[in-house]
């Protein structure tokens, strides 16, 4: 395999973590004895395929500077911004002098500590012929339900329906181009979604199912039974 492109990683980590009820954001609750964005930057890192890794991390975050990894050379702290799409267009400015605009960036979520090389690989060997890029994701077992009051306003046809995860892998220039076109537009929730609004249809890499993102706290418990798994 060869790979001639460069390869960037943002890890927007500037979430407060609302639906986790504890003490501090999620990303650095402690997830068998070491905080959560340590196991996510750690794997990042241990494939030795990125240049640089650009955290984006809130500008009053008491815990990051303590963490040892954030001295890390290949190691990039940036200031996170309102919403998450704010958070990654602030890790790709960060790289701006650095970064080719057909270089490859893969964004990954810091609540997303269960990423796997093989999953890396995987999509990185799926998309390096792509011109845009595209995301890992898994299809839906569930039936999923359009609703509206609380009351059923329609039923998705699941055979189209994937759920969306973390590396979304894009081109530097066509990334930041569409992100900074979406800017306070509700609807970009994840990289994938700002280059469909600029009309591009992003591949789909089926990725593995223990990649969960840390959102309850029952989630932590079936995160560490994962890392033991793996
Ligand atoms: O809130 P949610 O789970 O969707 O967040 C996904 C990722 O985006 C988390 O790693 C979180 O820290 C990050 N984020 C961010 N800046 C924000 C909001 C979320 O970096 N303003």
Same mark, same amino acid.
């Given at each position: 395999m060869t790979r001639t492109s460069r390869f960037w990683g943002i890890v927007p980590a500037a979430g407060v973590g609302k639906r986790m009820q504890s +003490?501090?954001?999620?990303?650095?609750?402690? *997830?068998?004895?070491?905080?959560? /964005?340590? !196991?996510? *930057?750690?794997?990042? *890192?241990?494939?030795? /395929?990125?240049?640089?890794?650009? #955290?984006? #991390?809130?500008?009053? +975050?008491?815990?990051?500077? +303590? *963490?040892? /990894?954030?001295? !890390?050379p290949a190691i990039v702290t940036t200031p996170g911004g309102k919403e998450r799409a704010d958070s990654v267009l602030s890790g790709l400015n960060s790289l701006r002098d650095r970064a080719t605009d057909e270089d490859w960036v893969l964004v990954h979520d810091a609540a997303r500590p269960c990423i796997t090389a093989e999953d890396m690989n995987k999509l990185i060997d799926h998309l390096t012929a792509e011109d845009v890029g595209g995301i890992l994701a898994l299809p839906s077992h569930d039936t999923l339900k359009h609703v509206r009051e609380n009351r059923i306003a329609g039923t998705l046809d699941r055979s189209h329906v994937w759920r969306a995860l973390t590396p979304q892998m894009f081109r530097y220039g066509l990334l930041k181009k569409a992100l900074e076109a979406a800017q306070g537009n509700p609807a970009v929730t994840d990289e994938a979604s700002a280059l469909e609004l600029a009309g591009f249809h992003p591949r789909i890499v089926e990725g593995r199912p223990d990649n969960i993102k840390i959102t309850r706290p029952e989630d932590l418990a079936l995160a560490q039974f994962y890392l033991e798994q793996q």
């Open positions: +003490d501090r954001p999620k990303q650095y609750l402690e *997830l068998a004895g070491t905080p959560v /964005i340590e !196991h996510t *930057l750690t794997r990042l *890192l241990s494939t030795g /395929i990125f240049e640089a890794i650009a #955290v984006a #991390v809130s500008t009053e +975050d008491p815990y990051w500077p +303590d *963490l040892k /990894i954030s001295r !890390h």
